[in-house]
Antibody, heavy 118, light 107 residues
Framework: EVQLVESGGGLVKPGGSLRLSCAAS????????MNWVRQAPGKGLEWVSS????????YYADSLKGRFTISRDNPKNSLSLQMNSLRAEDTAVYYC???????????WGQGTLVTVSS | DIQMTQSPSSLSASVGDRVTITCRAS??????LNWYQQKPGKAPNLLIY???SLQSGVPSRFSGSGSGTDFTLTISSLQPEDFATYYC?????????FGQGTKVEIK
């Protein structure tokens, strides 16, 4: 059974940093691209970043302006999102999701809440 | 960036109704269009990928069509468990933009 479990969310002050992790199991992690998607309270879905299976191709939403860094550790079946210079508008539930061949996210984690507030 | 526009933003329907949601891309995306269902407090669930391919385990009352810039999601006979918010997403290029969502409510 495919499982994705996010962790690392919490309350952080504006300007602070947080590192999210996503533990993957039930599939060959090193064979799949992965992505992060977020959802602000009461709002729609927003794609954040994606990373190819070998980490060769990495993409970010323009709005992040270099503040976020996606990475993966294939031997550890783990995906990460390092978030720096956090702003109130980064407050959201962050989901990690597996990408299938045509770019759809076919499996999702339960999400982890990040709250940026003083 | 490619803009994805869904319509309507919300709709009210009864159990057994046929429901259609449309999604329009601001430029051609071939068939790189995916549909998700999300219920309150839950992660999204993939329904349709590549515009018309039904994801494994998804009931056959869900179907998708379209190519280029115009796409539709159809629920042939609405069931109680289908009341949720539906999102389209293009996977043609990055950023992989989502539509704003369509909330399907009970009439």
């Amino acid at each position: 059974e495919v499982q994705l479990v996010e962790s690392g969310g919490g309350l952080v002050k504006p300007g602070g940093s947080l590192r999210l992790s996503c533990a993957a199991s039930g599939f060959t992690f090193r064979s799949y691209s992965m992505n992060w998607v977020r959802q602000a309270p009461g709002k729609g879905l927003e794609w954040v970043s994606s990373i190819s299976s070998s980490s060769r191709y990495i993409y970010y939403a323009d709005s992040l302006k270099g503040r976020f860094t996606i990475s993966r550790d294939n031997p550890k079946n783990s995906l990460s999102l390092q978030m720096n210079s956090l702003r109130a508008e980064d407050t959201a539930v962050y989901y990690c999701a597996r990408l299938e061949e045509v770019g759809a996210s076919d499996y999702w984690g339960q999400g982890t809440l990040v709250t940026v507030s003083s | 960036d490619i803009q994805m526009t869904q319509s309507p933003s919300s709709l009210s329907a009864s159990v057994g109704d046929r429901v259609t949601i449309t999604c329009r891309a601001s430029q051609t995306i071939s068939n790189y269009l995916n549909w998700y269902q999300q219920k309150p407090g839950k992660a999204p669930n993939l329904l349709i990928y590549a515009a018309s391919s039904l994801q494994s385990g998804v009931p056959s009352r869900f179907s998708g069509s379209g190519s280029g810039t115009d796409f539709t999601l159809t629920i042939s006979s609405l069931q109680p468990e289908d009341f949720a918010t539906y999102y389209c997403q293009q996977s043609y290029t990055t950023p992989r933009t989502f539509g704003q969502g369509t909330k399907v409510e009970i009439k």
